[in-house]
């Protein structure tokens, strides 16, 4: 597609459950991020892969959070056992710009997960 | 730690007026400072970018001020109009440090410009 595309946009899970968020970068896009983004604050960082690897996953908040992007294209977001504090819209990102090269960033239009 | 810190956290202007946000950043290590912008259900999307290598960088209605010693940068808008209602995020980035190879974001500005 010509942009930055996550699925689902709205997702509604009860406390404890698994969740699942898709993310679909630019193509040929080699980095991607993730972010998750509160109402009224900015986006935080999660992860951010090159390629098929993890650079940084310094943002995860715990290990009920992961992410893979096994073929280095579509990501997958996984929380555990999720909690009322999850919710929040996650937001992907890809950018051609690669590790130590600053460049655009170009966002999804998120996925909004709400935990009840 | 908030990486880069931004103000106002909301601004009404009235349209034809100039909208000025600030953000300001700690860590020298930085060397890209993008703006962006964000409509409701949307993500947000780049609007306008600066290197430290220059003070100032203009690109139409909006432009960057930076200011290297203070750690401060700033986005105008002049001639604001409605459809500039949207809430606008200044960020941070470094290209030669691993641990700083992400964009922090400010806590954002919610802007409405009233007709």
């Known amino acids: 597609g010509a942009g930055v595309s996550q699925t689902p946009s709205n997702k509604v899970t009860e406390k404890g459950k698994y969740v699942e968020l898709r993310c679909d970068p630019i193509?040929?896009?080699?980095?991607l991020y993730w972010y998750r983004q509160s109402l009224g604050q900015g986006p935080e960082f999660l992860i951010y892969?090159?390629?098929?690897?993890?650079?940084?996953d310094s943002g995860l908040p715990n290990d009920r959070f992961f992410a893979v992007r096994p073929e280095g294209s579509v990501s997958t977001l996984k929380i555990q056992r999720t909690e009322r504090g999850d919710s929040a819209v996650y937001l992907c990102?890809?950018?051609?710009?690669?590790?130590?090269?600053?460049?655009?960033?170009?966002f999804g239009e998120g996925s909004r997960l709400t935990v009840l | 730690q908030q990486q880069v810190k931004q103000s106002p956290q909301s601004l009404i202007v009235q349209k034809g007026g100039i909208s000025i946000i600030n953000c300001a950043y700690e860590?020298?290590?930085?060397?890209?400072f993008p703006w962006y912008q964000q409509f409701p259900g949307k993500g947000p999307a780049l609007l306008i970018a600066i290197r430290p290598d220059v003070s100032e960088k203009k690109e139409g209605r909006f432009t960057i001020s930076f200011n290297k010693s203070a750690k401060q940068f700033s986005l105008h808008i002049m001639d604001s109009q409605p459809g500039d209602s949207a809430t606008y995020f200044c960020?941070?980035?470094?290209?030669?440090?691993?641990?700083?190879?992400?964009?922090?974001f400010g806590s954002g500005t919610k802007l409405n410009v009233k007709p």
């Open positions: 193509s040929g896009h080699t980095a």
């Open positions: 892969f090159q390629g098929t690897g993890a650079a940084d």
């Open positions: 860590n020298t290590a930085f060397d890209y």
């Open positions: 960020a941070a980035y470094s290209r030669g440090v691993y641990n700083f190879n992400k964009f922090y």
């Open positions: 990102a890809s950018s051609l710009a690669g590790t130590g090269v600053g460049g655009e960033l170009f």
